[in-house]
C-alpha cells in the first residue's frame, strides 16, 4: 500500500508539472498567434505601399516620357529657327554690304590686327554671325 500512494503521489506532481507546462505552452502560442497577425497586418501594409509605389514610377515614367517628347519638339524647332536665323543673318549680310558699299571698293573693312586688343565690334552683322558661330 505504501507503494501505490507513492505512486499516487509521483503520478499527480507529474500531473501538476504537466499542467504547468501547457499554461505556459499556451501562453506563448497566444503570443505567438497575436504576432503572427501583426506580421500579417505589417505585410498587407507593406504590400499597399508598394503597390502605391509602383502606381508612382508609373506616372512619373508617363511624365518623363511627355515632357521628353514636348523637349524633342521645342529642340527640333530651335533648331529650324537657328537655321533660319542663320540663312537671314547671311542674307542680310549680303544686303548690307552691297547698301554700304555699292560696289566701290572692297567688300568689307580689313580686319584689325591681331596683335592689337580687339575692342568691341560696331558691325551688327559680324556680331550676329559671331554669336551664330557660338551656338552651332
Sequence with gaps: ?????????????????????AVILNRRLAAFRQG???LQALIAA???STEKARSGIDQLR????????AL??????????????????DR???????LVYDGRGPKRPAA??????SAPSSDPVASL???????R
Design 1 to 21: 500500500m505504501n507503494t501505490a500512494i507513492l505512486l499516487d503521489i509521483l503520478l499527480a506532481a507529474l500531473m501538476v508539472a504537466t499542467i504547468v507546462y
Design 36 to 38: 503572427k497577425e501583426e
Design 46 to 48: 507593406f504590400t499597399a
Design 62 to 69: 508617363e511624365a518623363s516620357e511627355q515632357s521628353a517628347k
Design 72 to 89: 524633342q519638339t521645342v529642340i527640333g524647332d530651335a533648331r529650324a529657327m537657328r537655321e533660319d536665323l542663320g540663312f537671314l543673318v
Design 92 to 98: 542680310g549680310a549680303a544686303i548690307a554690304d552691297r
Design 112 to 117: 584689325p590686327s591681331s596683335s592689337a586688343p
Design 129 to 135: 554671325r559671331k554669336i551664330l558661330e557660338a551656338t
